[in-house]
Nanobody, 124 residues
Framework: VQLQASGGGLVQVGDSLRLSCVAS????????VGWFRQAPGKEREFVAV???????YYGNSVKDRFTISRDDAKNTVYLQMNSLKSEDTAVYSC???????????????????WGQGTQVTVSS
């Protein structure tokens, strides 16, 4: 599967933004899809994941502000980001896995496929 992330941009503190991750290929509904972000000089950070059945998990820093969802008919996973903070500034990437679920969903190694990133800049 190939993944294409989009929707990034320059926003102000407190604004909202919705990222999209569109997948090519068939059987998208068999994939778990996650979002990660990486700010300059920092390690890649887990943001959110949605399982093939719709279970969701979030990183502590985005819980209650971000929402991940999926539309399998459109082969798309969304990341709705509300109440953005300057520390949310990063390159956001989506990733996918269609192997069996495990407890490592917050680790980059859990995922088999990665898309290119989209830049999100939150200005104060």
């Amino acid at each position: 599967v190939q993944l294409q992330a989009s929707g990034g941009g320059l926003v102000q503190v407190g604004d909202s933004l919705r990222l999209s991750c569109v997948a090519s290929g068939r059987s998208f509904n068999t994939y778990a899809v996650g979002w990660f972000r990486q700010a300059p000089g920092k390690e890649r950070e887990f943001v959110a994941v949605i399982s093939r059945s719709g279970y969701t998990y979030y990183g502590n820093s985005v819980k209650d502000r971000f929402t991940i969802s999926r539309d399998d008919a459109k082969n798309t996973v969304y990341l709705q980001m509300n109440s953005l903070k300057s520390e949310d500034t990063a390159v956001y990437s989506c990733a996918a896995r269609n192997r069996a679920w495990s407890g490592d969903w917050f680790k980059p190694s859990f995922y088999d496929y990665w898309g290119q990133g989209t830049q999100v800049t939150v200005s104060s």
